[in-house]
């Protein structure tokens, strides 16, 4: 079964650094996400990414963070200055049809100290 | 308007009992309501899904009711088991949002020997 792939698992990061989130989506899906999920509470949506540029992206997602698909492979969730309050499980998804289909990657926990 | 709210919070169920999660929304623009199950580290996985033009789905032990004139809906799962025991997520989304997907949040289900 083709899976979304979330490098790395685990990461810890000292407050004000640049941290770089990966994710290879399946291969012929076109649309792509992040979400994250605080320890013990809802997943919730970051953004959304298709055709090369952001579709829609909440609250949460503000100058901080960006998104980019550097090749025709990767995906990646950039935050430029972390801060304590971003320690989360960060999940990448990626869909074939829109909304039907989603698969979500494994996540990556992010530490920031 | 755009949240989902889910109850309980957290359910205890013998093994071949059934468990009942119930969701609730607001939107009337939303058209896709899918069920996610998520183990501890891992990513919430679909497991169920249902479009409001139906009243039941049913895969398996899994079952979605919908309620749309209510705005409810719900996952029963029959004859519960103890592999069963994980966390689970109603969720919503529709046309013109991006694809995003709007998290309950949240049963932690607990199948008992």
């Known amino acids: 079964e083709p899976e979304v792939t979330q490098t790395p698992s685990h990461q810890v990061t000292q407050m004000g650094q640049e941290v770089i989130l990966r994710c290879v989506p399946i291969?012929?899906?076109?649309?792509f996400y992040w979400y994250r999920q605080i320890l013990g509470q809802k997943v919730e949506f970051l953004v959304s990414?298709?055709?090369?540029?952001?579709?829609?992206k909440s609250e949460i997602f503000d100058d901080q963070f960006s998104v980019e698909r550097p090749d025709g492979s990767n995906f990646t969730l950039k935050i430029r200055s972390t801060k304590l309050e971003d320690s989360a499980m960060y999940f990448c998804?990626?869909?074939?049809?829109?909304?039907?289909?989603?698969?979500f990657g494994s996540g990556t926990r992010l530490t920031v100290v | 308007q755009q949240q989902v709210k889910q109850s309980p919070q957290s359910l205890i169920v013998q093994k071949g009992g059934i468990s009942i999660i119930n969701c609730a929304y607001e939107n009337t623009a939303f058209d896709y309501f899918p069920w996610y199950q998520q183990f501890p580290g891992k990513g919430p996985a679909l497991l169920i899904a249902?479009?409001?033009?139906?009243s039941e789905k049913k895969e398996g032990r899994f079952t979605i009711s919908f309620n749309k004139s209510a705005k409810q809906f719900s996952l029963h799962i029959m004859d519960s088991q103890p592999g069963d025991s994980a966390t689970y997520f109603c969720?919503?989304?529709?046309?013109?949002?991006?694809?995003?997907?709007?998290f309950g949040t949240g049963t932690q289900l607990k199948v008992e020997l």
């Open positions: 990414f298709y055709n090369n540029e952001i579709s829609e």
């Open positions: 998804a990626s869909s074939d049809q829109g909304y039907y289909g989603y698969t």
């Open positions: 969720a919503a989304t529709g046309t013109g949002g991006g694809n995003k997907l709007t």
């Open positions: 291969s012929n899906h076109l649309y």
């Open positions: 249902i479009r409001p033009d139906v």
